[in-house]
């Protein structure tokens, strides 16, 4: 148990006040002065244990919907900016100038209408907001000159740009109870938004339409060229699942009195930010919905306050806490998975298309300098002399005649590509590079585009190395506008589009790594590279099936695994029970998989009599699903992985397995 120090803090403000409303004695005379007393207040927090704690994060939606928290510690955490120049990551900072007046960026970008959307975007259905849900938005952001900031968002499928048809708008400070407005001093702010209240302007409601595919945000909209701005983490909560922290408190203040409850990264200093504020003085409580907050320790104090407001407070509490936020597990499902399936050039042709050797590529057309160095496939691509105002670089990839694609079996195209970025600031940014032919598309016949070929939409590529995977099981005939998961481009004339599965058999398939402009040559945003490329079948079993998972968690706490099979495909979120069954529970220190020949709650599972033909269970981050007694169909795995702390992540596979007898 702490010692008692609101009742020492408060007493010793008392001493102060006595010393302030005694007479003092004039010099020279030793008579009383008729001076007027000066009020003092004071206030401490009285619950210190309970704040002295630690709690789950909560229901995050980068955390448990995209797998990545928004936590700045990758360049693309944040998915897309207008405006800025300089743009980088450090140290789980992400920072940026504006270009011009008010920048604006997107932690969760909807993509675009006529595009292969093929990231987390919000365009695909599974990695949208449910706005039912997810309502709460906070975030720790660094500006000068602060103005007015704005949340926008857009529900269209075909995705459109967040113009103005939904936002909420804000002055960027504080309004005092009397009336008086103040905003908030440079430096470094925590926002905390509730989506469905009014702002200072609005435009619709958060909760009108669900989903929300596309999340802008304008930090500071008439901050000039140059202004600097800094992203610590942005958070998408739900407040209904939110770990509640009891702040409670003694004040000699009155009625007219206000408090603000302050969170800070220490206890060195008071700079810390507000949470709530304008809470009556004489409540004597708060209770603190602590998923607005970061992953990590937080300390709090309060702020007593009258009608100027909090920016000239009476009196401060001392410091209670940490507040310990404790961070979800990290969860992937990597098979099966889109990549890990039975892939078509190791399987029919016995050399995967690792750009080990030039084997792995049957025609380069218009790429420049082309290189294959250690495992890696480079090129350049120019728009031909006085021709077309983009390049038509492409290749072909290596098919055995003898061995076609079966396209009824060989669905998920991946791409392992990278595009040098220009080392001129001023071609640097992502629209600049888009707009200049950063995008990636394929295509394929058999007698010749025209006849029975198809051409996909294109993709936009990101900084680095990435891994890109279109699903040509959505490569259907006759694509529009009206039909936006087909992948197959809407606009394009000249190609059949045929579909994929529709021609069963597949002899000629095509990259066109880049779509380079004349602005774009010689700048470096013209270099390609490739280190793989698969075309895999989904996962498929007979009599057992190894189900495999990457995990960790950001405190090394032990961790509870448990694997369910469903036959509903995922939604992005878990099936409901009735829909799923629960085939493994791995307790945080395993020290056997367990034994799947009994009976486990409400599923079975049985092992194989047939000794000959026995698969022994898996070692690590894995699970053995026999599958022998399971009837043939298409099934989906979901895991969820659960800390002591409450914290649960549910994670399921992008792909199905596919059970045949």
Same mark, same amino acid.
């Given at each position: 148990m702490k010692q008692n120090r609101c009742r020492q803090f408060i007493v010793g403000l008392l001493w102060a006040g006595i010393m302030l409303v005694a007479t003092t004695i004039v010099l020279g005379t030793g008579k009383p002065a008729h001076t007027q007393a000066v009020p003092t207040y004071s206030i401490c927090i009285t619950n210190e244990d309970d704040i002295e704690t630690t709690v789950s994060e909560? $229901? $995050?939606?980068?955390?448990?919907?995209? #797998?990545?928290?928004?936590?700045?510690?990758?360049?693309?955490?944040?998915?897309?900016?207008? #405006?800025?120049?300089?743009?980088?990551?450090?140290?789980?900072?992400?920072? #940026?100038?504006f270009s011009t007046t008010g920048g604006y960026l997107f932690p969760l970008f909807q993509g675009f209408d006529i595009s292969l959307n093929w990231s987390h975007l919000g365009a695909n259905d599974v990695y949208a907001i449910d706005t039912s849900r997810y309502t709460q938005l906070s975030m720790r952001l660094y500006t000068t000159n602060r103005s007015a900031y704005a949340i926008y968002w857009t529900y269209q499928k075909p995705v459109m740009w967040p113009l103005g048809d939904y936002f909420v708008a804000y002055q960027d400070g504080y309004r005092a109870p009397s009336g008086a407005f103040s905003t908030w001093p440079d430096g470094w702010h925590i926002y905390n938004i509730d989506l469905r209240e009014d702002g200072d302007a609005r435009a619709g409601v958060w909760q009108a339409n669900s989903p929300v595919r596309g999340l802008r945000i304008d930090p500071n909209l008439l901050g000039p060229a140059g202004t600097p701005v800094k992203? /610590?983490?942005?958070?998408?909560?739900?407040?209904?699942? @939110?770990?509640?922290?009891?702040?409670?408190?003694?004040? /000699?203040?009155?009625?007219?009195?206000?408090?603000?409850?302050?969170?800070?990264? $220490? /206890?060195? $200093?008071?700079?810390?930010?507000?949470?709530?504020?304008?809470?009556p003085a004489t409540r004597g409580y708060y209770d603190l919905s602590t998923s607005v907050l970061a992953p990590g320790e937080w300390w709090v104090y309060l702020v007593l306050y009258d009608q100027p407001g909090l920016l000239q407070p009476l009196a401060h509490s001392e410091y209670a806490g940490p507040v310990t936020i404790n961070g979800a597990p990290h969860l992937t499902i990597t098979a099966p998975s889109r990549t890990s399936g039975v892939d078509y050039a190791t399987e029919e042709l016995g050399n995967p298309w690792?750009?080990?050797?030039?084997?792995?590529?049957?025609?380069?057309?218009?790429?420049? @300098?082309?290189?294959?160095?250690?495992?890696?496939?480079?090129?350049?691509s120019a728009p031909p002399s006085g021709s077309a105002q983009q390049s038509d670089a492409h290749f072909w990839l290596h098919i055995d005649p003898a061995h076609p694609i079966d396209t009824t079996r060989y669905r998920y195209l991946t791409l392992r590509a990278a595009v040098d970025v220009p080392t001129n600031p001023a071609y640097q940014t992502i629209s600049w590079l888009v707009e200049n032919g950063r995008v990636t598309r394929s295509s394929w016949w058999n007698g010749d585009l025209r006849t029975d070929g198809s051409v996909t939409k294109s993709g936009f590529q990101y900084e680095g190395w990435n891994t890109y995977t279109i699903d040509l099981h959505h490569a259907a005939p006759n694509p529009s506008r009206d039909t936006p998961d087909n992948v197959l481009d809407p606009v394009d004339?000249?190609?059949?589009?045929? #579909?994929?599965?529709?021609?069963?058999?597949?002899?000629h398939l095509r990259i066109d790594p880049v779509e380079t402009t004349w602005p774009a040559v010689g700048t470096g945003a013209d270099r390609f590279h490739f280190d793989w490329i698969k075309l895999t079948a989904d996962a498929e079993s007979d009599l057992a099936y190894t189900i495999r998972w990457e995990v960790d968690d950001p405190e090394n706490d032990d961790l509870n695994i448990q694997v369910f099979v469903t036959t509903t495909p995922p939604t992005g979120g878990m099936p409901p029970l009735d829909e799923r069954s629960l085939i493994a529970t791995i307790p945080a220190k395993p020290t056997a998989q367990p034994d799947q020949s009994r009976s486990n709650g409400d599923y079975q599972v049985y092992l194989p009599v047939?000794?000959?033909?026995?698969?022994?269970?898996c070692e690590g981050n894995c699970f053995t699903w026999y599958t022998y007694a399971t009837p043939a169909g298409t099934y989906y795995i979901y895991i969820q992985a659960k800390d002591e702390y409450n914290n649960s992540t549910i994670w399921y596979a992008e792909s199905p397995i596919v059970v045949k007898h």
């Open positions: 909560g $229901d $995050d939606f980068a955390t448990l919907k995209l #797998g990545d928290s928004w936590d700045m510690n990758q360049r693309r955490d944040i998915q897309w900016e207008e #405006g800025f120049t300089g743009v980088s990551t450090n140290n789980g900072l992400w920072q #940026g100038s992203i /610590d983490w942005i958070r998408l909560t739900d407040p209904t699942k @939110s770990p509640i922290i009891p702040i409670r408190w003694q004040t /000699d203040a009155g009625a007219n009195h206000f408090v603000a409850v302050y969170v800070n990264t $220490d /206890d060195d $200093d008071y700079e810390g930010s507000p949470l709530a504020w304008d809470i690792d750009m080990s050797d030039w084997a792995d590529l049957a025609y380069l057309y218009h790429v420049q @300098s082309p290189l294959l160095a250690d495992g890696i496939f480079s090129g350049t004339a000249y190609c059949a589009q045929a #579909g994929w599965r529709e021609l069963g058999q597949l002899y047939v000794l000959n033909r026995y698969v022994p269970p």
